[in-house]
């Protein structure tokens, strides 16, 4: 996929655990994971918005494009 998903480093700028965002943005931990790994399809702007709150950061940290190699 060419959006990467920098959740991770988000997280560790912040020294934040999975859980407590989980619980600061009101999804499952299970959601996260699939965000943080890259494996989701799309991503609801509130969604990104409560993220983007939990971590006092712009969309901007969160998402990356990188362009296929093929």
Do not use: H, W
């Not at 020294?15 to 799309?42: Q, R």
């Amino acid at each position: 996929m060419a959006i990467i998903i920098n959740i991770d480093v988000q997280l560790a700028k912040k020294k934040m655990s999975v859980t407590e965002l989980s619980e600061k943005v009101g999804i499952t931990m299970a959601n996260i994971s699939i965000l943080k790994n890259g494996k989701a399809k799309a991503i609801r702007f509130s969604t990104l918005e409560a993220i983007c709150l939990a971590l006092d950061c712009q969309p901007g940290d969160l998402l990356e494009y990188r362009p296929d190699e093929s």
